[in-house]
């Protein structure tokens, strides 16, 4: 690896799963110092002996990330191991699939709790500190979703729009305070997550297949290739790229 995040103080939201536990791995290898935020029943603490067995530097902080004081202490923990917080995956993230007039009212709010709320007590967590450090950059999960329909995903869909603007919003107001803000938007991805997406989605009807994913985008994406992305708008070479939507989704929302 080179180096492309040395001397940076990483916080992975979701890190220990999916697209998050390979930006964990991929962070670390590229030298920042990575706090590991997921929750208590997840392989955080695992994935943090790995990156440590490797060589690597880095902490788990147990948290549910719609907890406005579990989400303060999480970021206190990180801060306290390696400083202020220079680059901010907020990657965390749950999907709903299923008919819009079957939908709950606690599904609705569950979604926008830690798709949304999520983005935003970690954001202003965070910021003090980075603003304080001098700068740094923040990466917010959305997702094709965000600007691609898809039947039977209006709640998930809707926290991707959300998702998307808040990236661009907290970039626009931050930008002369030394922080870039930039969304990731995944296609489909070959993680469980992505797995269980596909078999809502079949099981209601929607042509998920293999052969309508090819036709679509190829093929399914790996986790590493979000994490890469992300790792571009997290490093210094993505330093004049502010407040834009990064897919990685193989052309499927560009035709």
């Known amino acids: 690896m080179t180096g492309r995040l040395a001397g940076k103080v990483a916080l992975i939201s979701g890190g220990a799963g999916g697209c998050g536990l390979a930006a964990s791995q991929l962070f ?20 943090a002996e790995a990156i440590r067995a490797e060589g690597g530097q880095a902490v788990f902080a147990a948290a549910d990330v719609s907890v406005s004081a579990e989400v303060s202490a999480a ?27 079957e939908t709950e009212e606690e599904e609705w709010d569950r979604l926008m709790a830690v798709n949304v709320r999520s983005m935003f007590l970690m954001t202003k967590a965070v910021l003090p500190g980075m603003i304080g450090a001098g700068g740094g950059s923040i990466v917010c999960t959305s997702s094709i979703s965000a600007v691609a329909a898809t039947p039977m995903e209006v709640l998930y869909d809707t926290t991707k729009g959300a998702c998307h603007m808040f990236a661009r919003a907290i970039a626009v107001e931050f930008r002369d305070r030394g922080i870039r803000c930039n969304a990731v938007c995944p296609g489909f991805i070959a993680t469980d997550h992505g797995k269980r997406e596909v078999a809502g989605l079949s099981k209601y009807g929607v042509d998920v297949s293999e052969a309508a994913i090819a036709a679509q985008q190829g093929r399914m994406c790996d986790p590493m290739e979000v994490a890469n992305a992300a790792l571009f708008l997290a490093c210094d070479e993505s330093s004049f790229v502010n407040g834009t939507h990064l897919f990685v989704d193989n052309c499927f929302t560009a035709v």
């Not at 590229?30 to 955080?44: H, R, T």
């Open 28 to 47: 670390a290898r590229e030298g920042a110092k990575v706090g590991i935020v997921d929750l208590p029943k997840s392989k955080g603490e695992e994935v």
């Open 75 to 101: 970021v206190r923990t990180v801060e306290d191991a390696f400083g202020p917080i220079t680059v901010l995956f907020n990657h965390a993230g749950i999907l709903a699939v299923g008919p819009f007039l």
